[in-house]
């Protein structure tokens, strides 16, 4: 599911956008949407003088058990802007625990990837 979120920014050269990319496997919507949502509203945007250029992403690997807790993240693509990346990946940190994995989703472990970029 690609769920795209977009936040302009007036002083800034582009504005932000999220994007979070789900293993395929899970075909569950309504759980994407609200680990999408709970990452939006996590996520602190720094302020423009830090964003990376137009078309540049941070991308945020993380891990999540069965039971919502993180596993792991990973800053997997830098964008160029150490203040860019450390607030992509403090936002994926700050959104747990997510909501337990669907009943029906098999594995033990979910890996997303947030993708936090600046967009013209």
């Not at 999408?36 to 945007?45: C, L, N, P, Q």
């Not at 039971?67 to 990946?89: F, N």
């Amino acid at each position: 599911m690609i769920a795209p979120l977009v936040a302009p920014r007036a002083e800034a050269a582009g504005r932000p956008s999220l994007q979070a990319y789900f293993q395929s496997a899970l075909q569950d919507a309504p759980f994407q949407k609200k680990v999408f949502d709970r990452v939006a509203k996590a996520w602190k945007s720094p302020k423009a003088a830090v964003f990376p250029k137009v078309g540049a992403k941070a991308v945020v690997q993380a891990v999540l058990s069965r039971d919502g807790r993180i596993v792991s993240t990973l800053v997997s693509t830098e964008s160029g802007s150490k203040e860019w990346d450390a607030a992509a990946r403090k936002g994926v940190e700050e959104a747990a625990p997510y909501d337990p994995l669907p009943a029906g989703y098999k594995p033990k472990t979910l890996e997303v990837h947030f993708h936090f970029s600046v967009v013209p």
